[in-house]
Every structure is written in C-alpha cells, then in structure tokens.
C-alpha cells in the first residue's frame, strides 16, 4: 500500500537544561532567547503563529513555574515574546534560581491584515497584540480585557473578558440621526457619590447636595425598585430617581432601602 506521511505534532516545544541555576533575570532572558528563536523557526516552516505561549522553569533545588502569555492575534516575533516574557518576570520574579527552562507554542493561523484603499485603517495585528499583553503584565491577571455585562440588575458589576475584536468594516458605515429621545448617555459616576437629600412624606426628593451636585429638584420620575441578592450575603434593595435640579442637569439617583442613604449613581449628557 502507499505510503502515508504522519502528520506533526500540533504542539511546538523548545528547551534545555542548564549547568547551574540562573538567578539574574537579564542572564535568564539571554538563555531563553536560543529556544525561542528555534520555536518561531519552527512555526515559520508549518506556516503558522502562536497564539499562547507557555513558559515552564524548573526551580532549584525543586519546584516548578508555569507562565502563560496570551496574545490578542497570533504572532510568532521571538524579540516581542522576550519583551513580554521581560515584563511578566520583572512583575512576578520566580521563587529561586531556574535550573531548566521550556517553551511551548499553541499554534494558529496567522491573522491576515491588509491596507485598504477606502475604508478605515486596520490596526496591525502584531502590534495591538504586544500592546495588550503588556497591559495585562503590568497589570496582573484578569485585570485587562474587554468589559461585559453580567446577569444582574445591579448596575456597577461587570465582568471582563480577553480583548478580541473584529476586524473593522470594509466601509464605514453613514452616521444615522438617532432620535431625540435617544441623544443622551448616563454617564456612570464610580465611586457612587453620596448625597444628602431631602425628601418627603412619598420619598421623592425635594432636594440634593453633595460633592459637586446641589440643587433643589424641580422633576422626579420614579421610584424604579431593585431588588438583588436577597438570598445571599450581599443583598441590594434600591430605588432609582431620574432628578432634574434646577442647575437644569440631569442626574440618576438611588435610595439604598437597607441603609437608608442616598447615592448620585450618574449623569445624564
């Protein structure tokens, strides 16, 4: 019968022991530059990028650390890798000396990026991927991304996820007139910014003052109850006020019902 070629190994790996252990991060970024080198070489020849890269140090006298540097778009640039392998052992130094070190790729298909003529210019893959990666060293783990909502009334929560977004629009779009009830945006105020309000008999607000926000209230729509939580150690029971001062802004306030305090939680623009 024919001979069949086997396929390859989808996981690219590179790495040595050494004679003694490293204990300076410069002298330990020189020893990792040979294996990377020989690792963007090999995914050069399958035509592929990485879109992961995992670093692995074997620590003297015993131990392991186990390093993981994400990318927003696959590349496979061994000098970006040590600038990011760089910063993440600057911020998180291993325990002890390393006496072994490997690196291993997850491969993928690298991210065709093309000028276009008439639409928007297109970020370059490479570079939005070393910049996102250098945030998230600096920062720390799950501290940078893209926000997303979470399944809850509460406003202020949010969760993040890893920044991967599409690729721009072969045209922009016409600007379209949004109707007037719609040309206005709350602008979140994080920290919540307490107020001192006094209110009536029915609890709407006759009038509001605290940091930077004062007057007396000439409309109040509301209340819009909310209630989350009740059957956990966090509970949330608030009710919502779109105010009008007479300074003519428009601000987003809440009663807290546990506490009994009032909050300005955003403005209207």
Known sequence: RPLLPSPASPEAREGFALDWAIENLEVLLEAARAPLERLAARLERRGQSCRALRAEFELEPYGKDARALDFSAPTREPARWLELLRLELAARPPASGVCA???????????????????????????????????????????????????????????????????????????????????????????????EVLDGEDARPRSVSGRGIAGTVLVASGPWRMEDGWWGDAPAARDFWDVLLSDEAVYRVFRDRLTGRWYADGIYD
């Open 101 to 195: 070190l490997s690196f291993s790729a997850e491969p993928d298909a690298a991210r065709a990026a093309q000028l276009s003529l008439f639409g928007p210019a297109a970020q370059s893959p490479d570079a939005l991927s070393a910049f996102l990666a250098k945030l998230a060293a600096l920062l720390g783990p799950g501290r940078s991304g893209s926000p997303a909502p979470v399944d809850s009334p509460r406003p202020e929560l949010f969760a993040v996820e890893p920044y991967d977004p599409p690729p721009p629009p072969e045209v922009r779009p016409p600007a379209r007139e949004m109707p007037a009830r719609l040309n206005c945006a709350l602008r979140a105020l994080r920290p919540w910014v307490e107020l």
